[in-house]
């Protein structure tokens, strides 16, 4: 086995620099949610029933985020409209 | 007042209890006065890792409820004098732990011992918590993995939350990562995160590298705190952790792979 396993080795496809970059993208995000406010998920439950008194939507279709920056807060608000 | 030293990690298995054993043991081997409470209500374990497992009588949640004194409940260590333990109840409710309970205990502690460390129980649970809660310092132990990494930027998250510095709005608790299970032939082959990734990822000072070894087994299989291992390379890594924990310098070691001729890889695996 240790024989074949030498040269193996040499062809190994390099699994760490997937685990980095999958980690980073998923650590950045997780960071991102971690510092939202914490009325921004009831925020999303009540915008979402104002927006059904008018129009029939999933609980998917409302997307509240707030972006930081230096000098203010930009609260971003995305609501798709189902096609007619 | 004592430094009250948080040892947690979010996942499960990846050393919390053999790091809480080793530190507590390296700093009352260095004269300190150091008591090592075990926080895992219900899965009590550093009594074994420690070798007092039959000398316990009374625990942390009798003593938070008034039916044994702090002086029934801590056991002394037989190996070093300056070093106390405090077990975890094996058959009461995590909930036993509350708030004010666990900070009359640390306050008592906190008038005798130099160093308080807490062996915190995996998960983000009650217990977790609470062990992370009093903190001033926190070493996160963490494994070259992807969930492990994961979970140890979740406890980095909650120690900067709700730890009780977060929230009276006190200077955040000191956070210094100690990476174990450390193999460096693997990240040579490109097998297993680094060092250097592990610390871009997580962004928070190295305290140590604890390289896997099957001398940490061998010293958990028989109570012994892995750091009393001295010639060995993982007591000897758990020692410059403990050093740099003081405010000491130490060159990282253990973090490059031995060089082996041809033939030895050949016939032993490399």
Not at chain 2, 182 to 194: A, H, K, T
């Amino acid at each position: 086995m240790s024989f074949f396993d030498y040269f193996k080795s040499k062809k190994n496809n390099r699994s760490a620099s997937v685990a980095k970059e999958r980690l980073q993208i998923i650590v950045a995000h997780e960071r991102g949610q971690r510092e939202q406010p914490d009325y921004l998920p009831a925020l999303q439950k009540e915008l979402l029933e104002v927006i059904r008194k008018y129009v029939q939507i999933s609980d998917d279709m409302v997307q509240v985020e707030v972006d930081r920056n230096d000098s203010c807060s930009v609260l971003e608000l995305n609501v798709t409209l189902p096609e007619h | 007042m004592a430094r009250i030293i948080v040892v947690t990690s979010g996942k499960g298995g990846v050393g919390k209890t053999t790091t809480s054993a080793s530190i507590s043991t390296g700093l009352a081997k260095r004269g300190h006065k150091t008591v090592v409470i075990d926080f895992d209500v219900g899965l009590r374990n550093l009594d074994l890792i420690m070798n007092c497992e039959r000398r316990v009588v009374y625990d942390f949640v009798n003593v938070i409820q008034g039916e044994a004194t702090l002086n029934q409940a801590l056991i002394r260590d037989k190996r070093v004098d300056t070093l106390y333990i405090l077990p975890a109840s094996q058959t009461r409710e995590k909930e036993a732990l509350t708030k004010d309970g666990v900070e009359k205990v640390i306050n008592e502690l906190s008038e005798r011992f130099d160093y308080i460390v807490c062996d915190s129980p995996a998960g983000i649970e009650h217990g977790a918590l609470m062990a992370l809660y009093y903190a001033d310092e926190a070493i996160v132990v963490t494994n070259p993995e992807v969930s492990s990494v994961r979970d140890s930027d979740r406890i980095l998250g909650i120690l900067q939350s709700k730890s009780r510095r977060a929230e009276m709005g006190q200077d955040p608790v000191k956070e210094h990562l100690l990476l174990s299970r450390y193999n460096p032939d693997r990240v040579q082959r490109g097998e297993m995160l680094s060092v250097a990734d592990v610390e871009e990822i997580l962004a928070i000072p190295l305290l140590g590298v604890i390289p896997e070894s099957q001398v940490v087994l061998n010293a958990s299989n028989q109570g012994l705190p892995v750091i009393l291992e001295e010639d060995s390379d993982a007591g000897q890594a758990y020692e410059d952790a403990v050093a740099r924990l003081l405010g000491e310098e130490r060159e990282h070691r253990f973090m490059s792979s031995q060089k082996k001729g041809f033939f030895s890889r050949m016939f032993k695996g490399g």
